[in-house]
Structures are given as C-alpha cells and as structure tokens.
C-alpha cells in the first residue's frame, strides 16, 4: 500500500461516543445537574480525532490514504481498530499497539441545535512522538498532514521541539506539510504552553496551516480570546498574517457557521519550495485572501466538522484545483460530515461532492464585519484586501 499512498494523515486518534441528547432549552449546564438522571438515546460510537476524521474523510473521498497513530491493548484501542478497519482494513495497518497502554476516548455532549462540549482522556495519544512516524512507510505520498498536537504531551513538550523535527525530516523527503490543531482545555498543561514560540519552531516546516479562528486567537492573543474573540476582516487579516511570518505558506481558518477563510503567502518562492504538492504554475495562489460561506444543510451534529473540511481542501490541493475551488471543497465536504451525527459516515466521494456544488447547493450568508473587502455576484466569494489588484 505505501507506494499507493497519496496522502498519510498522523497524530492524534480516538474513540468517541455521542449519546443521542434531547433539546435543551435552557441553560447546558442542566444537562450535567448532580444528582440528576438524564434521559437519553442510543449511542452512536465512532472513531475520532484528526488521524479517524481527516484521515477517513480523505479516504472516502476517493484519496489513497494512510493512517498513522497509537492505541492502547484495551477494550477502547480494539474498538478503535476494528471501526476504522469497518472502512477498510488497510487504513487500520498503520496504527501501532501499545500494550499496557489506555486508549483515547472522548465522550460528546451534542445536544441538537447548540455548540458541542467534550470529555476526554488523551491515553496513548500523549506518548505520540517524532520518532513514532513512519518515515519509510512514507513512500511517494504527496502530502503529510499532521492533527492535535495541544492534545499530544510529547508533541509540545519542548516548546514543540519533537514537533518541529518531526516535520524538518517530512519535508526533507519532499513531502508536502499540513498541520491542523485543537483548543487546548484552559485549565490544563497544555494551555501554558508558549503557543506563540512553539509556532515559531514548528511552522517554518509547514507548508499549509489549517487550525479553526479560536484556536489561533488562543495561541496568539490570549487576552483578544478572553475578552473579545468575535472574527471579524481585520482580525483574520492580521493573525494569518502572523502565521504566515512564521513560515507557513496557505492558511486556513475555519470559521464554524461563518465559512472557512484563506490567505496564501505572497512570495511564490515559498509556494514554489512546498514540495509534491505545490501548486503549479504557482501564480494563481500568490497573494490570495478569500472567505467562502458554507452551504445550507440539516445538521445532524457537528462532531469532526472541521477535520472534514480540511480533508475537502486538501482533496481540492489534491485534484490540483484553483484557491476558491479548494476553499468551496473544503466548506462543501463540511457540510456534509454535519448531516450525520458523526465525523464521516456523511462524506461521499469527491464526484458526489462536486455535483452537489454544480446543481446549486444553496449557501449560508456571512455575518461577519468585513471592511474593505469585495464579493463576487452570486455572494460566493468574499476577497480581502490582500487579494485587491
């Protein structure tokens, strides 16, 4: 399979359960009442993290695809294999087994209509290190996309010294780079990291950094997050910018109900230096600042809809495509995954996909203060000023 492989997706992988919830009208916190016994459906059980969501979003999307984690020996880490090996018994070969180990797993509290909350034990996930990469199963795979390192111990340690070499040695193998993120829990280790140093050490090996707007506020501008952490045209303008000095040559920010939005840098050397997945010829990906507003669906749940639209704008780098046909993919592929209450059982192939956005799939608007920036006719495509002629 390694020589096949188009893509490998590595990092963090778990199990989630998602207890079917009734509507709650009024305040979330009657859910978890002490004392309380909540009545509640059957549970929908599904892999989760980035490696399970991105990874087989990818794969169902048509993208020879290869996985790369950790599980425990436990009854969760038996779980997690067989459910990926439901999708295809060769996604499972390269998740490693740890024995003795504890698995990780997530309990998600959806209720319908409202924000997702989670319960979650890292398990194996925090013993994840560079030198638990693969590197000669990498083979001729075009992109390495790497998800959660804020939920990996080893991985920020260090000031994300592990990290960092870990992606050096990918991109030393010409390998394109991408690296998705996750909130760290306030109150734990992981959120007194220096984000901003570690960054600094890590993105000058990526080449696509796809995190969501409130993760990138939090690592960032801590003091913005608490206190004011509403989006809007010049706050992503001015932290893609940041990244974008940091090394990273395409951010994407996912935006939630908003859309996804995208800044590329404006120096096609770096473009260029990405490696098996530059764009060529770069010049239509110099420069862009795009927002694309997602599509109308009937939500089912939003669990892992961000790892699926970033599985649709890798596909969209994958095929080759233009910035707004990749951006369109990514918040296409999204909207899918919410019509299911897991990450992605609702992701078909990438064709199904594209007939879908063909026949007019209708879209959300954008609600978001956009000085200065422009939309095309159809309301489709929001260009920001680093975009302007």
């Known amino acids: 399979m390694t020589e096949d492989v188009e893509v490998v997706v590595a990092g963090h992988i ?32 599904s892999t989760g993290g980035a490696v399970s969501n991105t990874g087989q979003a990818l794969h169902r999307l048509g993208f020879r695809t290869r996985l790369m984690a950790r599980v425990g020996d436990d009854v969760i880490g038996r779980d997690i294999l067989e459910v990926v090996r439901r999708t295809d018994e060769r996604l499972a070969e390269g998740i490693s087994v740890v024995p003795g180990g504890a698995s990780s797993y997530t309990v998600v509290i959806n209720p319908p209509g409202r924000d997702r909350s989670f319960l979650h034990c890292p398990g194996v996930n925090d013993t994840f290190g560079a030198d638990d990469v693969d590197y000669d199963a990498l083979g001729a795979a075009r992109l390495f996309h790497f998800g959660y390192p804020p939920a990996m111990r080893r991985m920020f340690a260090d000031g994300g010294a592990g990290c960092a070499r870990m992606f050096r040695r990918v991109k030393a193998l010409g390998i394109t780079t991408s690296l998705d993120m996750t909130m ?17 050490r890590v993105l000058p090996h990526v080449d696509i950094f796809a995190p969501s707007v409130e993760e990138t506020l939090f690592m960032l501008d801590r003091k913005r997050w ?9 706050l992503l303008s001015g932290l893609s910018e940041c990244v974008m000095k940091m090394g990273a040559a395409i951010v994407v920010l996912k935006l939630g109900e908003e859309g996804l939005y995208l800044r590329t840098t404006p120096d096609a050397a770096r473009l260029t230096a990405m490696g098996r997945l530059a764009p ?12 694309v507003p997602c599509f109308e669906v009937t939500v089912a749940g939003t669990t892992g809809a961000g790892d699926a639209t970033v599985a649709g704008f890798l596909g969209g780098m994958l095929k080759g495509l233009a910035p707004e046909a990749c951006a369109t993919a990514a918040v296409a592929v999204g909207a899918a995954s919410v019509e299911r209450p ?18 007019g799939w209708p879209r959300r608007t954008i609600d978001l203060p956009l000085p200065g920036w422009t939309v095309d006719a159809q309301r489709t495509m929001w260009s920001g000023p680093a975009d302007a002629p």
């Open 14 to 45: 778990c199990l989630d359960i998602i207890p079917t919830l009734p509507e709650v009208k009024g305040d979330l916190g009657e859910l978890l009442a002490p004392g309380k016994l909540l009545a509640v459906g059957p549970a929908v059980v």
């Open 184 to 200: 760290p829990d306030p109150s734990s280790e992981a959120a007194r990291v220096d984000w901003t140093t570690f960054l600094e």
């Open 226 to 234: 608490e206190t004011s952490p509403e989006a809007d045209g010049p």
């Open 280 to 291: 060529e010829p770069p010049d239509a990906w110099v420069g862009r600042e795009l927002l």
């Open 342 to 359: 897991d990450a992605t059982s609702g992701v078909p192939h990438w064709d199904v996909i594209q007939e879908r956005i063909r026949a």
